[in-house]
Protein backbone atom coordinates (compact mmCIF):
# COMPACT_ATOMS: atom_id res chain seq x y z
CA UNK A 1 0.00 0.00 0.00
CA UNK A 2 1.05 3.14 -0.72
CA UNK A 3 1.48 6.08 1.64
CA UNK A 4 -0.27 9.40 2.15
CA UNK A 5 2.90 11.39 0.41
CA UNK A 6 3.74 8.54 -2.01
CA UNK A 7 -0.23 8.79 -3.33
CA UNK A 8 0.40 12.00 -3.15
CA UNK A 9 3.91 12.85 -5.51
CA UNK A 10 2.21 9.83 -7.63
CA UNK A 11 -0.87 12.47 -8.58
CA UNK A 12 1.97 14.92 -9.18
CA UNK A 13 3.67 12.72 -11.61
CA UNK A 14 0.43 12.51 -13.51
CA UNK A 15 -0.22 15.78 -13.48
CA UNK A 16 3.04 16.89 -14.74
CA UNK A 17 2.77 14.12 -17.48
CA UNK A 18 -0.97 15.29 -18.05
CA UNK A 19 0.59 19.25 -18.89
CA UNK A 20 3.88 18.00 -21.21
CA UNK A 21 0.91 15.56 -22.73
CA UNK A 22 3.81 12.59 -22.57
CA UNK A 23 1.60 10.17 -24.91
CA UNK A 24 1.74 13.15 -27.39
CA UNK A 25 5.65 13.41 -27.06
CA UNK A 26 6.40 9.31 -27.00
CA UNK A 27 4.96 9.33 -30.98
CA UNK A 28 6.98 11.87 -32.10
CA UNK A 29 9.81 10.05 -31.31
CA UNK A 30 8.65 7.11 -32.84
CA UNK A 31 7.87 8.88 -35.67
CA UNK A 32 10.79 11.26 -36.23
CA UNK A 33 13.03 7.35 -35.81
CA UNK A 34 10.44 5.55 -38.36
CA UNK A 35 10.71 8.32 -40.67
CA UNK A 36 14.37 9.03 -40.39
CA UNK A 37 14.69 5.00 -41.46
CA UNK A 38 12.15 4.96 -43.76
CA UNK A 39 12.15 8.31 -45.54
CA UNK A 40 15.12 10.60 -44.52
CA UNK A 41 17.55 7.90 -44.22
CA UNK A 42 16.87 5.25 -46.32
CA UNK A 43 19.91 4.61 -47.88
CA UNK A 44 21.77 4.09 -44.62
CA UNK A 45 21.63 0.70 -42.68
CA UNK A 46 18.99 0.41 -40.10
CA UNK A 47 21.83 -0.39 -37.31
CA UNK A 48 23.56 3.36 -38.13
CA UNK A 49 20.19 5.34 -37.81
CA UNK A 50 19.32 4.06 -34.68
CA UNK A 51 23.01 4.15 -33.10
CA UNK A 52 23.63 7.59 -34.33
CA UNK A 53 24.36 9.79 -31.39
CA UNK A 54 23.33 13.57 -33.08
CA UNK A 55 19.82 12.22 -34.19
CA UNK A 56 19.23 10.98 -30.71
CA UNK A 57 20.64 14.63 -29.63
CA UNK A 58 18.45 16.10 -32.28
CA UNK A 59 15.11 13.80 -30.71
CA UNK A 60 15.77 14.57 -27.74
CA UNK A 61 15.84 17.88 -28.15
CA UNK A 62 12.82 18.33 -29.94
CA UNK A 63 11.11 16.12 -27.20
CA UNK A 64 12.54 18.56 -24.42
CA UNK A 65 11.11 21.91 -26.49
CA UNK A 66 8.05 20.39 -27.28
CA UNK A 67 6.92 19.47 -23.51
CA UNK A 68 8.39 22.81 -22.64
CA UNK A 69 5.42 24.40 -25.41
CA UNK A 70 2.70 22.36 -23.78
CA UNK A 71 3.52 23.87 -20.69
CA UNK A 72 3.64 27.71 -21.70
CA UNK A 73 0.70 26.69 -23.71
CA UNK A 74 -1.30 25.52 -20.47
CA UNK A 75 0.02 28.94 -18.49
CA UNK A 76 -1.31 30.85 -20.68
CA UNK A 77 -4.58 28.72 -21.49
CA UNK A 78 -5.60 28.34 -17.81
CA UNK A 79 -8.75 29.39 -17.87
CA UNK A 80 -9.84 28.65 -21.12
CA UNK A 81 -9.01 24.96 -20.50
CA UNK A 82 -10.79 25.67 -17.05
CA UNK A 83 -14.33 26.29 -19.06
CA UNK A 84 -13.08 23.38 -22.01
CA UNK A 85 -11.53 20.97 -20.18
CA UNK A 86 -12.28 20.58 -16.60
CA UNK A 87 -11.75 17.57 -15.69
CA UNK A 88 -8.36 17.74 -17.08
CA UNK A 89 -7.84 20.82 -15.67
CA UNK A 90 -8.46 20.00 -12.08
CA UNK A 91 -5.29 17.45 -12.69
CA UNK A 92 -3.26 20.23 -14.22
CA UNK A 93 -3.65 22.05 -10.91
CA UNK A 94 -2.04 19.61 -8.74
CA UNK A 95 1.59 20.97 -9.93
CA UNK A 96 1.34 24.63 -8.92
CA UNK A 97 2.61 27.51 -12.07
CA UNK A 98 5.66 28.65 -10.25
CA UNK A 99 6.54 24.46 -10.11
CA UNK A 100 5.61 24.50 -14.17
CA UNK A 101 7.51 27.68 -15.15
CA UNK A 102 10.40 25.98 -13.37
CA UNK A 103 10.07 22.56 -15.45
CA UNK A 104 9.82 25.18 -18.68
CA UNK A 105 12.83 26.71 -18.11
CA UNK A 106 14.84 23.29 -17.24
CA UNK A 107 13.23 22.00 -20.67
CA UNK A 108 13.99 24.36 -22.57
CA UNK A 109 17.79 24.60 -21.31
CA UNK A 110 18.25 20.56 -21.90
CA UNK A 111 16.99 21.18 -25.30
CA UNK A 112 19.88 23.36 -26.09
CA UNK A 113 22.72 21.04 -23.92
CA UNK A 114 21.28 18.47 -26.44
CA UNK A 115 21.36 20.23 -29.87
CA UNK A 116 24.61 21.82 -28.58
CA UNK A 117 25.99 18.31 -28.86
CA UNK A 118 25.18 18.11 -32.98
CA UNK A 119 26.21 21.82 -33.58
CA UNK A 120 25.90 25.79 -33.07
CA UNK A 121 23.69 25.66 -35.90
CA UNK A 122 21.47 23.40 -34.36
CA UNK A 123 21.84 25.77 -31.37
CA UNK A 124 20.47 28.53 -33.03
CA UNK A 125 17.50 26.41 -34.57
CA UNK A 126 16.14 24.97 -31.50
CA UNK A 127 16.57 28.90 -29.70
CA UNK A 128 14.07 30.16 -32.41
CA UNK A 129 11.97 26.87 -32.23
CA UNK A 130 12.04 27.43 -28.62
CA UNK A 131 10.88 31.52 -29.17
CA UNK A 132 8.48 30.50 -31.57
CA UNK A 133 6.61 28.47 -29.62
CA UNK A 134 6.71 30.49 -26.54
CA UNK A 135 5.56 33.86 -29.58
CA UNK A 136 2.90 31.78 -30.35
CA UNK A 137 1.11 30.67 -27.10
CA UNK A 138 1.45 34.40 -25.85
CA UNK A 139 0.04 36.55 -28.74
CA UNK A 140 -0.36 34.77 -32.44
CA UNK A 141 -2.83 31.59 -30.36
CA UNK A 142 -5.44 34.38 -30.34
CA UNK A 143 -5.47 35.18 -33.76
CA UNK A 144 -7.96 33.67 -36.60
CA UNK A 145 -6.06 31.41 -39.06
CA UNK A 146 -2.57 33.06 -38.19
CA UNK A 147 -2.49 31.06 -34.72
CA UNK A 148 -4.04 27.67 -36.94
CA UNK A 149 -1.50 27.84 -39.82
CA UNK A 150 1.64 29.01 -37.05
CA UNK A 151 0.81 26.24 -34.62
CA UNK A 152 -0.08 23.61 -37.45
CA UNK A 153 4.56 25.04 -38.98
CA UNK A 154 5.72 24.73 -35.19
CA UNK A 155 4.02 20.91 -34.90
CA UNK A 156 5.94 20.20 -38.09
CA UNK A 157 9.13 21.54 -36.97
CA UNK A 158 10.89 18.78 -35.09
CA UNK A 159 10.54 16.69 -38.32
CA UNK A 160 12.27 19.16 -40.39
CA UNK A 161 15.22 19.40 -38.02
CA UNK A 162 15.91 15.77 -39.12
CA UNK A 163 15.11 16.73 -43.02
CA UNK A 164 18.05 19.22 -42.40
CA UNK A 165 20.24 16.41 -40.62
CA UNK A 166 19.99 14.01 -43.25
CA UNK A 167 19.64 16.67 -46.35
CA UNK A 168 17.65 14.65 -47.88
CA UNK A 169 15.36 16.81 -50.66
CA UNK A 170 13.71 13.86 -52.27
CA UNK A 171 10.25 15.19 -53.82
CA UNK A 172 8.60 11.81 -51.58
CA UNK A 173 9.62 14.19 -48.80
CA UNK A 174 7.84 16.94 -49.34
CA UNK A 175 4.63 15.09 -50.55
CA UNK A 176 4.71 13.79 -47.05
CA UNK A 177 5.57 16.81 -45.55
CA UNK A 178 2.70 18.58 -47.39
CA UNK A 179 -0.12 15.60 -46.21
CA UNK A 180 0.76 16.07 -42.50
CA UNK A 181 0.37 19.96 -42.69
CA UNK A 182 -2.49 19.69 -43.94
CA UNK A 183 -3.87 17.42 -41.27
CA UNK A 184 -2.41 19.01 -38.59
CA UNK A 185 -4.26 22.52 -40.14
CA UNK A 186 -7.65 20.30 -39.88
CA UNK A 187 -6.82 19.25 -36.10
CA UNK A 188 -6.27 23.09 -35.38
CA UNK A 189 -9.48 24.05 -37.17
CA UNK A 190 -11.79 21.03 -35.44
CA UNK A 191 -9.82 22.31 -31.80
CA UNK A 192 -11.08 25.69 -32.89
CA UNK A 193 -14.90 24.53 -33.16
CA UNK A 194 -14.41 22.13 -29.85
CA UNK A 195 -13.35 24.84 -28.09
CA UNK A 196 -15.49 28.03 -28.55
CA UNK A 197 -17.36 28.59 -25.61
CA UNK A 198 -13.92 29.15 -23.88
CA UNK A 199 -12.93 31.02 -26.73
CA UNK A 200 -15.81 33.22 -26.78
CA UNK A 201 -15.77 33.95 -23.12
CA UNK A 202 -12.26 34.83 -22.72
CA UNK A 203 -12.38 36.72 -26.01
CA UNK A 204 -9.80 34.57 -28.69
CA UNK A 205 -10.53 35.57 -32.04
CA UNK A 206 -10.43 31.97 -33.52
CA UNK A 207 -11.75 31.28 -36.53
CA UNK A 208 -15.23 30.05 -35.29
CA UNK A 209 -15.49 33.23 -33.03
CA UNK A 210 -14.57 35.91 -35.73
CA UNK A 211 -16.47 33.86 -39.03
CA UNK A 212 -18.83 31.72 -37.34
CA UNK A 213 -19.09 27.97 -37.43
CA UNK A 214 -20.38 27.83 -41.04
CA UNK A 215 -17.48 29.41 -42.49
CA UNK A 216 -15.04 27.66 -40.63
CA UNK A 217 -16.75 23.96 -41.59
CA UNK A 218 -16.45 25.30 -45.26
CA UNK A 219 -12.71 25.84 -44.77
CA UNK A 220 -12.57 22.80 -43.19
CA UNK A 221 -13.67 21.32 -45.96
CA UNK A 222 -11.49 23.21 -48.16
CA UNK A 223 -8.49 21.95 -46.04
CA UNK A 224 -9.96 18.07 -46.24
CA UNK A 225 -10.31 18.11 -50.21
CA UNK A 226 -6.93 19.15 -50.28
CA UNK A 227 -5.70 16.44 -47.56
CA UNK A 228 -7.21 13.81 -49.92
CA UNK A 229 -5.58 15.12 -53.29
CA UNK A 230 -2.24 15.01 -51.68
CA UNK A 231 -2.84 11.48 -50.54
CA UNK A 232 -4.18 10.71 -54.01
CA UNK A 233 -0.54 12.13 -55.27
CA UNK A 234 1.30 10.18 -52.63
CA UNK A 235 -0.46 6.70 -54.38
CA UNK A 236 -0.39 7.51 -57.64
CA UNK A 237 3.16 9.22 -58.21
CA UNK A 238 5.62 7.99 -55.49
CA UNK A 239 6.66 4.91 -54.61
CA UNK A 240 5.09 4.68 -50.71
CA UNK A 241 5.41 0.83 -50.60
CA UNK A 242 2.35 -0.73 -49.28
CA UNK A 243 1.38 2.70 -47.46
CA UNK A 244 -1.30 2.77 -49.98
CA UNK A 245 -3.24 0.90 -47.22
CA UNK A 246 -3.47 3.60 -44.69
CA UNK A 247 -3.64 6.31 -47.10
CA UNK A 248 -6.62 4.52 -48.66
CA UNK A 249 -8.07 4.12 -45.33
CA UNK A 250 -7.38 7.71 -44.98
CA UNK A 251 -9.43 9.38 -47.70
CA UNK A 252 -12.52 7.13 -46.83
CA UNK A 253 -12.21 7.88 -43.18
CA UNK A 254 -11.68 12.44 -44.21
CA UNK A 255 -14.93 11.85 -46.36
CA UNK A 256 -17.11 10.06 -43.26
CA UNK A 257 -15.31 13.07 -41.53
CA UNK A 258 -16.52 15.62 -44.06
CA UNK A 259 -20.64 14.17 -43.54
CA UNK A 260 -20.35 13.95 -40.35
CA UNK A 261 -18.77 17.44 -40.10
CA UNK A 262 -21.85 19.20 -41.53
CA UNK A 263 -24.34 17.58 -39.62
CA UNK A 264 -22.12 18.30 -36.13
CA UNK A 265 -23.61 21.24 -34.11
CA UNK A 266 -22.80 19.89 -30.21
CA UNK A 267 -19.08 19.85 -28.44
CA UNK A 268 -19.31 16.06 -28.40
CA UNK A 269 -19.33 16.02 -32.16
CA UNK A 270 -16.68 18.16 -32.56
CA UNK A 271 -14.61 16.23 -30.18
CA UNK A 272 -15.73 12.68 -32.44
CA UNK A 273 -14.10 14.55 -35.74
CA UNK A 274 -10.43 15.86 -33.18
CA UNK A 275 -10.15 12.26 -32.21
CA UNK A 276 -10.59 10.62 -35.72
CA UNK A 277 -7.93 13.22 -37.09
CA UNK A 278 -5.76 11.75 -33.71
CA UNK A 279 -6.14 7.92 -35.07
CA UNK A 280 -5.41 8.92 -38.31
CA UNK A 281 -2.16 11.03 -37.48
CA UNK A 282 -1.38 8.09 -35.29
CA UNK A 283 -1.98 5.56 -37.61
CA UNK A 284 -0.14 7.36 -39.78
CA UNK A 285 3.31 7.17 -38.07
CA UNK A 286 3.03 3.61 -37.29
CA UNK A 287 1.81 2.67 -41.18
CA UNK A 288 5.30 4.35 -42.36
CA UNK A 289 6.34 1.00 -41.87
CA UNK A 290 4.85 -0.47 -44.59
CA UNK A 291 6.83 1.59 -47.11
CA UNK A 292 9.14 -1.86 -47.01
CA UNK A 293 8.32 -4.51 -44.50
CA UNK A 294 11.51 -6.19 -45.06
CA UNK A 295 13.81 -3.09 -44.66
CA UNK A 296 14.55 -3.32 -41.21
CA UNK A 297 15.78 -7.29 -41.98
CA UNK A 298 17.96 -6.49 -45.05
CA UNK A 299 19.26 -3.22 -43.86
CA UNK A 300 20.27 -3.84 -40.06
Known amino acids: MLSRRQKHILLKFFSLFSVVRGYNILVVVIAQYLASVYIFANHIPVKSVLLDINLLMLVL ?8 GYIINNFYDSEKDLINRPQKTMLD ?3 SQNTKLSFYFILNFFALVFASYVSFKAVVFFA ?11 RLKKQPMVGNIVSAVLTVTP ?3 I ?3 YRNFEMVVFGHAIFLFLLISMRELIKD ?3 IKGDLALNYRTVPVVHGERITKMMLSIVAILTILSAIVLILFFDIGH ?11 LLIFLLVLWKSEKKTHYLLLHNMLKFIIVAGVFSILLIDVSIVLNRI
Open 163 to 165: FIY
Open 128 to 138: LYIFAIWFYSH
Open 159 to 161: FFA
Open 93 to 95: RLV
Open 61 to 68: SSSATIAA
Open 243 to 253: MYIFFYLCIIL
Open 193 to 195: LEN
